[in-house]
């Protein structure tokens, strides 16, 4: 089958394709990711996840894949304290996801995939993919395109951390302009944990100064390999939700 962009459509192409078609929603956000990395990084990773892992199914997927416009803010309050950060209330996002959900559905869509890439969206995600297959004609599934990358060889790099190896190298892999110099990290502090439970906690962000591990020895080369493994295991995914679905 094949890959095609929203806005690249017409409205009479988009009324063709839609009812069997599966539309592929990145979401990331625009935020402070240390003194290192672009504000845009979970929307360039969440986009270059999503389209690569399209383009890759399409190749032996029984639908076509139609890419949405990516959603470049999310729910991002954590980070306003550190400046360059443009952020959604919770509420805000939840209403945001369901509108487009309602709309892919008013247009005829009727299978929704939701790819994130920002670590705050992830509870709003989940509630809106619940809340849109409720209240519209619509089966909505969502993932974490770095779960994705939990067989590759990562070594001692956390997944996905926050502006630190995993991220950083990635972003090397894809755009390295907007990576900037790159300090080491230093003693990383010690953020309370209990096995199966989450916690949320606001003095961790600055006390680990906005990132969450070491990006200095972040590497192109690793983060190429990451993202090829990443954006195949996605790929299958879509194969997967294509027939499902």
């Not at 709309?103 to 869509?109: F, R």
């Not at 004609?137 to 939990?150: K, R």
């Not at 990383?188 to 990132?211: L, Y």
Request: net charge negative; with cysteine.
């Amino acid at each position: 089958m094949s890959v095609v962009r929203w806005q690249a459509q017409t409205r009479e192409q988009l009324s063709a394709l839609l009812p069997e078609a599966v539309v592929v929603l990145p979401i990331g956000a625009t935020e402070q990711h240390g003194p290192h990395l672009a504000t845009g990084t979970d929307a360039l990773l969440a986009e270059t996840a999503a389209t690569r892992a399209a383009e890759m199914a399409a190749a032996s997927a029984t639908r076509t894949f139609v890419l949405a416009p990516t959603l470049p803010i999310g729910a991002s309050d954590h980070h306003l304290p550190f400046g360059g950060t443009i952020s959604l209330r919770p509420e805000t996002l939840l209403a945001l996801l369901l509108d487009v959900a309602r709309s892919v559905a008013d247009c005829g869509g009727r299978r929704l995939v939701i790819v994130n890439g920002h670590g705050g969206n992830r509870g709003i995600c989940s509630a809106a993919a619940a809340a849109a297959s409720v209240r519209s004609p619509i089966t909505v599934a969502y993932l974490d395109y770095w779960d994705a990358a939990a067989g590759a060889d990562l070594g001692a790099t956390p997944l996905p951390g926050h502006a630190g190896g995993f991220e950083t190298s990635l972003v090397l892999a894809v755009d390295p302009t907007l990576v900037q110099e790159r300090t080491p990290r230093g003693a990383v502090p010690v953020v309370p944990s209990v096995p199966g439970v989450e916690i949320q906690r606001q003095a961790s962000w600055h006390e680990q100064k906005g990132f969450t591990d070491e990006p200095a020895n972040a590497d192109a080369q690793q983060g190429k390999e990451w993202l090829d493994h990443l954006v195949s295991t996605l790929a299958g995914q879509l194969v997967a939700l294509a027939a499902a679905l």
